[in-house]
């Protein structure tokens, strides 16, 4: 949990901003990412999976962001999401979780309409509304929300084979290429084991 806090509380170190068509909006939206220094990485689905308390297939039915300023500077943000559940894989604890019921999920990103801007931790892109995907989850535990395992790992699109990851946030096209061929090697193996 500490890990999670500290992602999204930290300040943020802007590191790459540009300007390119969003969905979220439909006119030019900014960009801004900021780096997380702590981030779980998973090389395998195993540990993934493992790591995840809860495992699900869920649709995002809606969502609210969240920002944390000193001033004019935005040093942290979240988004709070609604998910529907439609198939439960993994539920370690027992939580209350049956097909049809709404649970909370914390993104590690948030969209300012007013800036027109999306902020997303280490390449997170926020979930699409009344898409569904496959969750690896942890509860919180301080709040009722689930969080998202690995910021971006642990959220994997069924309805595309799109991997919701802006990678440009690495020292080097080589390590984002090795980033984005082991993304899409975990995000395969879970669309196979995992189905409706």
Known sequence: MKKIIFLFFTILFLSACNNTQSELS??????????SKIIDEYNYL????ND?????????????????????MVTGF???????????????????????????????GAFDKKANTMYGSAGYQLMKDNK?????????????????KGVYYGKVPLESNEIEYDGHLNDSKQASNKQIEKLNRIFEEARKKYKE
């Not at 995840?52 to 004019?72: M, R």
């Not at 969750?135 to 998202?148: A, G, M, V």
């Open 78 to 108: 979240y988004t709070i999401s609604d998910v529907e559940i439609k198939k439960v894989f993994k539920n370690e604890k027992g939580y209350a979780l049956n097909k049809g019921n709404i649970i909370k999920v914390m993104e590690n």
């Open 46 to 49: 195993e540990e993934m999976e």
């Open 132 to 148: 569904s995907y496959l969750l690896f989850l942890r509860k919180s535990t301080t709040h009722d929300e689930y969080t998202i």
């Open 52 to 72: 995840s308390e809860v495992i699900l297939i869920g649709t995002k039915k809606n969502g609210e962001s969240y920002f944390d300023k000193d001033g004019d």
């Open 26 to 35: 439909n006119v030019n939206t900014k960009y801004v990412h900021s780096e």
